[in-house]
């Protein structure tokens, strides 16, 4: 069984920076590939970005590539999600996720384990 809790989310004007955290609980995180998913309001889950157990390989949506940057300290037992540049249609409640396993992945049905979500509120 693996708990999740994200944190740092927020309101940050429109071109701002934040840094969520998504904290493991249990001693084989290494083990669990990880993702962050996304929620707006009357919009369906998507995802954002996926890391690998060892953190060697990371996938990202095509709306976040070369703003935002994930990655994980699997000595800490958490993942980060550094989003730069941040524009209005990112504001949504954000998820991590995780699920056992030797690749990345980009499906919310491939997940077994999901945090309680972070919002994140950028203004305009």
């Known amino acids: 069984q693996v708990q999740l809790v994200e944190s740092g989310g927020g309101l940050v004007p429109a071109g701002g920076s934040l840094r969520l955290s998504c904290a493991a609980s249990g001693r084989t995180f290494r083990l669990y590939a990880m993702g962050w998913f996304r929620q707006a309001s009357g919009k369906e889950r998507e995802f954002v970005t996926a890391i690998t157990g060892g953190g060697d390989t990371t996938y990202y949506a095509d709306s976040v590539r070369g703003r935002f940057t994930i990655s994980r300290d699997n000595a800490k037992n958490t993942m980060y999600l550094q989003m730069n540049s941040l524009k209005a249609e990112d504001t949504a409640v954000y998820y991590c996720?995780?699920?056992?396993?030797?690749?990345?992945?980009?499906?919310?049905?491939?997940?077994?384990?999901w945090g309680q979500g972070t919002q994140v509120t950028v203004s305009s």
């Open positions: 996720a995780a699920v056992r396993g030797r690749r990345y992945y980009v499906r919310a049905d491939d997940y077994n384990y």
